[in-house]
T-cell receptor, first 114, second 113 residues
């Protein structure tokens, strides 16, 4: 049973560019959340998708947007990249009715903005 | 708003020592969840435990144990007889909405032989 998979694993982008990160949830999970983890910090909640809708959003600007597809996979898009967007981006999935308290995380995408 | 405090940034112990990681979760809500995750160098967060705010019963699972005291907002984690493989960054936190997880800044644990 595959866990949460994210692609790509590493990415280097130039300031001002746009980036798309992808996530496939664990089998049987329908809820996907995205987190940003800066170096030496804990993960910060970006947003959560359920039934293809954004259910809750953290304190991130509109440059951060997402999408969930009918197969429950998800994308995170970041526009007009800033140097401060360099971080590990983690995707988490959870089962229906489980809230988000027992979330399973992928290994993340390491984004470097130069 | 919620506040998660992990006062210990780094801990270093020798193998077989017991080690306790501290966590304080402050919130005005009466209903919430608490959790601990482990992050090894590979980067993937590994779920360890979840506890409801109304359940103050302590829990032991193998070499791991957790102590939740609502009166002091503390949710501490103890590893008994630590092993080198326990070396990782440990994050505690909570969730009030059931959706967003609020993480602390983490405690880096190094276990040396």
């Amino acid at each position: 049973d595959a866990g949460v998979t994210q692609s790509p694993t590493h990415l280097i982008k130039t300031r001002g560019q746009q980036v798309t990160l992808r996530c496939s949830p664990k089998s049987g999970h329908d809820t996907v959340s995205w987190y940003q983890q800066a170096l030496g910090q804990g993960p910060q909640f970006i947003f959560q998708y359920y039934e293809e809708e954004e259910r809750q959003r953290g304190n991130f600007p509109d440059r951060f947007s997402g999408h969930q597809f009918p197969n429950y996979s998800s994308e995170l898009n970041v526009n007009a990249l800033l140097l401060g967007d360099s971080a590990l981006y983690l995707c988490a999935s959870s089962k229906p009715g489980d809230g988000n308290t027992e979330a399973f995380f992928g290994q993340g995408t390491r984004l470097t903005v130069v | 708003a919620q506040k998660v405090t992990q006062a210990q940034t780094e801990i270093s112990v020798v193998e077989k020592e017991d080690v306790t990681l501290d966590c304080v979760y402050e919130t005005r809500d009466t209903t919430y969840y608490l959790f601990w995750y482990k992050q090894p160098p590979s980067g993937e967060l590994v779920f360890l435990i979840r506890r409801n705010s109304f359940d103050e019963q302590n829990e032991i699972s193998g070499r791991y144990s957790w102590n939740f005291q609502k009166s002091t907002s503390s949710f501490n984690f103890t590893i008994t007889a630590s092993q080198v493989v326990d070396s990782a960054v440990y994050f505690c936190g909570g969730s009030n909405s059931g959706y967003a997880l609020n993480f602390g800044k983490g405690t880096s644990l190094l276990v040396t032989p």
